[in-house]
């Protein structure tokens, strides 16, 4: 079993920035994939961004790229999801993820198995 606790979030106004962080634990969490989803009332979540085990590889949102920036500390088992150039789409409910990656010719795809609880990011006009 692998935990998940997020913080970071908060509010925000157009074009400021936010650092979420995602802390894991459980025996075997450093071995998988990590990332971020998002999701607002009435849609479905979606992906943000995710990193490979080793953090060799990344991929993000088109929504996002250019704007987001994941990283992983290994040795804290952590992810952190930078969000520079925020705007009000962005305003969501981010959730962390664990679980496996896919590296294909159009991006990384993210099979999550394990979500933490999530924390708001209200971005104002």
């Known amino acids: 079993q692998v935990q998940l606790v997020e913080s970071g979030g908060g509010l925000v106004q157009t074009g400021g920035s936010l650092r979420l962080s995602c802390a894991a634990s459980?025996?075997?969490?450093?071995?998988?994939?990590m990332g971020w989803f998002r999701q607002t009332p009435g849609k479905e979540r979606e992906f943000v961004g995710g990193?490979?085990?080793?953090?060799?590889?990344?991929d993000y949102a088109d929504s996002v790229k250019g704007r987001f920036h994941i990283s992983r500390d290994i040795a804290k088992n952590t992810v952190y999801l930078q969000m520079n150039g925020l705007k009000p789409e962005d305003t969501a409910v981010y959730f962390c993820?664990?679980?496996?990656?896919?590296?294909?010719?159009?991006?990384?795809?993210?099979?999550?198995?394990?979500w933490g609880q999530g924390t708001q990011v209200t971005v104002s006009s």
């Open positions: 993820t664990a679980g496996s990656a896919t590296l294909t010719t159009q991006g990384m795809i993210l099979t999550p198995r394990y």
């Open positions: 459980g025996r075997t969490s450093s071995s998988y994939a």
């Open positions: 990193i490979t085990w080793n953090g060799d590889n990344t």
